[in-house]
């Protein structure tokens, strides 16, 4: 067990998938977690009783991450209720398939909003909130570092962005203390992409591991970021996609 005892974090899109993996694995670790959803009140309420299991508090906020409003009271939310803050998690992302050449402007629009401005706005909102030893982590994709076939242009564009801002925060906060990280994902047993979806054989034929990761496997990459275990670790780019571009 990592001691994160007494920290508090912020999880934006923790309700579900890798969100709510982060969520609960941070609780399990002695962090208060809130968290962000958009709709799922139900699968929200589900998450803040598997944290209340462990001990730590828990505080579910309805907050659509495409809204810079919504992202402001958000934090302030999580700020009241925790008495603060320790870590930021971006977790919320949407998807996005098809070809440049039938782009629809508003659904690029949407992915940029979710996947880049929001967690450019997450960051800016908890600055003034965390002390040294802060801890900002985001989820990318291996996408973002490589496009193995056609129709994701879009998406991996969005998490392309992440790596210059992770870089680039990570240069702004290291004088306070504050370090900034970026995982990669890849193929993640999730509800947008299940291990036996009509693509999973594809994509597990990508990997050095021959399968999909799970949502747990990514939530441990984040706890290890958000410990005093990786304090000298910052800017850094963890890849956790069973070899897929090994």
Do not use: C, W
Request: aromatic content about 4%; overall charge negative.
């Amino acid at each position: 067990m990592i001691d994160l005892n007494g920290k508090r974090a912020l999880v934006t899109g923790g309700s579900r998938g890798i969100g709510a993996a982060i969520a609960l694995a941070l609780a399990e670790n002695g962090t208060d977690v809130a968290f962000t959803y958009q709709r799922s009140a139900e699968k929200a309420d589900a998450v803040v009783k598997s944290i209340e299991n462990t001990g730590r508090r828990a505080v579910a906020i309805q907050a659509d991450s495409a809204d810079p409003e919504a992202i402001t009271r958000s934090v302030s939310e999580a700020v009241s209720a925790l008495g603060g803050l320790d870590i930021l998690v971006n977790s919320a992302a949407i998807g996005h398939s098809g070809t440049i050449a039938d782009m629809d402007v508003n659904e690029y629009q949407a992915v940029m909003d979710i996947n880049v401005r929001a967690p450019v706005l997450f960051a800016k909102a908890v600055i003034p909130h965390l002390a040294e030893g802060g801890r900002i982590v985001t989820i990318g994709s291996v996408l973002g570092e490589r496009v193995p076939f056609p129709g994701i242009t879009i998406y991996a564009m969005s998490k392309a962005a992440l790596t210059s801002f992770t870089r680039g925060l990570s240069r702004e906060l290291g004088p306070n203390g504050i370090t900034v990280n970026l995982v990669q994902p890849g193929a993640t047993d999730t509800d947008g992409n299940p291990a036996f979806g009509a693509a999973a054989d594809f994509q597990r034929s990508l990997t050095s591991l021959g399968r999909y990761g799970e949502p747990r496997e990514i939530a441990n990459a984040v706890v290890f970021l958000a410990s005093p275990a990786a304090s000298i670790i910052t800017g850094a780019i963890l890849t956790a996609d069973g070899g897929a571009i090994a």
